[in-house]
């Protein structure tokens, strides 16, 4: 038993360690494409991400309005798009005023990247279809009203905009959300 948490333990402070490495980015890492677009505040916001997924965690982006949380996001979905075999899409979850904002980001700045907005009355065929995007987007309302139709899948990455939406655990956006993560 003591050799058990020794190793536990041995491997918490290998993670605390990482964790708290000053966070640079490494320029070789961004889409080329991104280089002269992405600010050095948002490449390291990149690099943070990158190393929390590297270390098992999720993360968040909190800070004012305007200083480019869509382009990181875009950023790291692109890179790991570039990098993993995964076929598996990434959804993105928004108000449904930032859902069409998100699409024309998305071509602007990583247009390597397929993506769809999954709304309208043909709904259950696009998401019959996912397998075939790199990255969907959706509303809070209707992910709520689709939650079944998503129950199956496994996304490589889900982005919450605006997820002041989740933070009452107790309302069906923060019960459907995390029903899918």
Not at 37 to 52: C, E, N, T
């Amino acid at each position: 038993v003591t050799l058990f948490q020794n190793n536990t333990n041995a491997r918490w402070q290998e993670l605390c360690q990482r964790l708290q490495m000053p966070v640079n980015h490494d320029t070789d890492t961004i889409p080329e494409n991104l280089q002269d677009v992405l600010r050095d505040y948002q490449k390291d916001g990149v690099a943070w991400m990158l190393r929390l997924q590297d270390c098992g965690f999720h993360g968040i982006l909190a800070d004012e309005m305007g200083l480019g949380k869509t382009l990181q996001a875009l950023t790291l979905l692109q890179l790991q798009h570039c990098v993993s075999q995964s076929t598996k899409p990434s959804l993105v979850v928004c108000p449904t005023s930032l859902v069409e904002n998100w699409l024309c980001e998305v071509h602007r700045f990583t247009p390597s990247l397929k993506a769809a907005i999954i709304s309208g009355a043909d709904r259950d065929q696009q998401i019959s279809q996912l397998h075939t995007y790199d990255l969907l987007i959706t509303s809070y309302a209707l992910l709520r009203r689709d939650i079944k139709k998503y129950s199956n899948i496994t996304f490589h990455h889900l982005i919450l905009d605006e997820a002041q939406h989740i933070k009452n655990p107790d309302t069906a956006n923060a019960k459907t959300c995390k029903a899918i993560a």
